[in-house]
């Protein structure tokens, strides 16, 4: 058998940019046959990204991308914090946010189907899994544009805004942004507040006016009371405003002849159920399993 040495496992590395032992097993198994320990590598790292990809992805990071008048902001999932610091997950993040605001694509698949370095985004994530081992997704992007002007916020890389707007100062723009960031509102305005989530602020207010056993009329007024308060607390133009409480955002846009057309907000991993490990009920299940064997 041939000998292994470092440079081998190097030049392969530099190759494949697969992990150092996966190298080595490859050429060991191929007997020192590059070439060979080439197409090992391809047909692992792609089986190691096959397991992956069942594995939830609730972390990762928010990439934007501004130019032109066209902007892009995309979320793109990972299992572990540890992975969103690795600076390929993180350059391939912004190069998809580019991506985006450059070619348009429909949907995610036709966004996986888009050409980069002479692969496909697809093939590119699913060879970044096999070489960092861990799960990757693109999740969801929204691309904007506009003749308007477009700024954008990232607290951190957890929460990102984009904001489009007209206005003189560019700096409004970049409040907004920010604002939105920390009070989270669902629409512009009261009346684009999805119709789902007034009817379940409208379910939980009618519960406690029942509980409260005040008089159905008064009961009423109780629930609409509060409907009206969910909205304003939801809704941008009726937020108080995060530099000065003391005016609305919408007080705050007509004061200096700014007007904010859309914005949108992700927040890495929202609504994904992250899996909960619990060492106790693993060992309790394990306990009863050995019992009815």
Excluded: W
């Excluded at 998809?96 to 980069?116: R, S, T």
């Amino acid at each position: 058998m041939a000998a292994i040495t470092a440079a081998m496992v190097g030049e392969l590395r530099a190759k494949t940019d697969a992990p150092m032992m996966e190298c080595k097993k490859a050429l060991t198994e191929a007997e020192g046959d590059m070439e060979r320990a080439e197409e090992i590598l391809r047909v692992k790292l792609g089986s190691k990204a096959s397991k992956a990809a069942s594995r939830i992805t609730a972390e990762g990071v928010v990439a934007t991308y501004i130019a032109n008048g066209v902007g892009a902001l995309v979320e793109v999932n990972c299992e572990t914090d540890f992975v969103t610091k690795n600076d390929d997950f993180l350059a391939l993040a912004n190069t998809v946010a580019k991506l985006i605001a450059e070619h348009n694509p429909a949907d995610l698949a036709a966004l996986g189907a888009l050409p980069l370095d002479g692969k496909t985004v697809e093939e590119q994530r699913a060879a970044l899994i096999g070489r960092v081992g861990e799960n990757m997704s693109i999740r969801r992007f929204q691309r904007f544009a506009t003749p308007a002007k477009l700024t954008s916020y990232l607290h951190g890389t957890r929460i990102g805004v984009m904001v489009e707007y007209d206005g003189a100062d560019e700096q409004v723009g970049k409040d907004v942004a920010m604002h939105i960031a920390a009070m989270k509102p669902v629409s512009l305005s009261a009346d684009q507040v999805p119709a789902d989530l007034i009817e379940k602020e409208r379910s939980v207010a009618h519960l406690k006016a029942v509980e409260s056993g005040k008089p159905a009329e008064i009961a009423t007024k109780m629930v609409e009371g509060s409907v009206q308060k969910f909205l304003k607390e939801v809704s941008l133009f009726n937020q108080p405003f995060v530099k000065n409480d003391k005016q609305t955002v919408e007080q705050m846009l007509k004061a200096v002849n700014t007007s904010v057309k859309a914005f949108t907000m992700f927040i890495v991993g929202e609504g994904i159920e992250k899996k909960q490990d619990d060492f106790a009920a693993e060992v309790a299940a394990q306990v009863a399993a050995a019992k009815q064997a």
